[in-house]
């Protein structure tokens, strides 16, 4: 019993400071560190477009890489950065494929969000393990980003 009204309390006082950060004008959903520095919030991989996130892979399977690039700057607002590129590793630094332009897609209209993406053909990966990297110039063209690597991913051969 006694469990219970403590499960109940802690929710309460959740949601009272949700409520008042709310009040207070929190952004909740702006990112956190150098008001002027574009930055990367999360990133996926996907077999295939809309499909399930995952880290294993089959040389059949369709690969897909998102990332959410938030652009502080106020007149980069629904605006595509200047360029988007991106570059794939073998996890001993080894180069294995790169170009521009990779995808970008505003979250919605007037947003400073956008989501980068690049597709993979089935037969783009070998058996091994690969990291994939961003380069983002903000829409400005003022500013380069290099996006944290993803976590590596795993192909294995199909069978």
Do not use: H
Request: hydrophobic share 45%; with cysteine.
């Amino acid at each position: 019993m006694k469990r219970t009204w403590w499960m109940k309390q802690v929710g309460f006082c959740f949601v009272a400071v949700v409520g008042l950060a709310m009040l207070a004008g929190a952004a909740w959903a702006d990112p956190t560190g150098g008001s002027d520095v574009p930055q990367i919030l999360n990133v996926r991989t996907f077999k295939g477009e809309g499909g399930s996130e995952q880290r294993t892979f089959l040389t059949t399977d369709p690969v897909t890489f998102e990332a959410t690039y938030y652009d502080p700057f106020p007149g980069c607002a629904d605006v595509a950065p200047a360029f988007v590129q991106w570059f794939v590793f073998n996890l001993e630094g080894e180069f294995k494929g790169g170009q521009v332009p990779a995808g970008s897609d505003a979250f919605s209209p007037g947003s400073k969000y956008r989501l980068l993406f690049k597709d993979f053909d089935a037969d783009f990966f070998a058996p091994g393990q690969y990291r994939l990297a961003f380069l983002v110039r903000s829409c400005d063209d003022e500013i380069s980003v290099v996006l944290p690597e993803f976590p590596a991913i795993n192909v294995f051969p199909a069978p």
